[in-house]
């Protein structure tokens, strides 16, 4: 089974960046597509940003011009840098491989790793 470990969250202050990794332990990393999802507080798990298996982008709207998504196939690791954060960007953010279905994305599998918690305060 593949296993997905996220890492780079913590507390930073509006406005502020922040990077986050996710490294696989799939062995075709780079033919997958990759994504990252969010949990606020009390909420479902939302995608927020998707990167195809050639890195192309696809950002939801709660991403668009403030995140970046990447990848480093050699490393099996997907970023995400997230620019001028914003106290609702708070939550455990998980990354999942994806694929797409009718317009849309779905993970491909329902086992999802720990997560790594974002939290925007001052």
């Known amino acids: 089974q593949v296993q997905l470990v996220e890492s780079g969250g913590g507390l930073v202050q509006p406005g502020e960046s922040r990077e986050l990794s996710c490294t696989s332990s799939?062995?075709?990393?780079?033919?997958?597509?990759m994504a990252w999802y969010r949990q606020a507080p009390g909420k479902q798990r939302e995608l927020v940003a998707v990167?195809?298996?050639?890195?192309?982008?696809d950002y939801r709207d709660s991403a668009k011009g403030r995140f970046t998504i990447s990848r480093d196939n050699a490393k099996r690791t997907v970023y995400l840098t997230m620019n001028s954060l914003k106290p609702e960007d708070t939550a455990v953010y998980y990354c999942?491989?994806?694929?797409?279905?009718?317009?849309?994305?779905?993970?491909?599998?329902?086992?999802w790793g720990q997560g790594t918690r974002v939290t925007v305060s001052s």
């Open positions: 999942q491989s994806v694929t797409r279905y009718s317009g849309d994305y779905s993970p491909n599998s329902d086992s």
């Open positions: 799939g062995r075709v990393f780079d033919i997958i597509t």
């Open positions: 990167i195809s298996s050639s890195g192309v982008p």
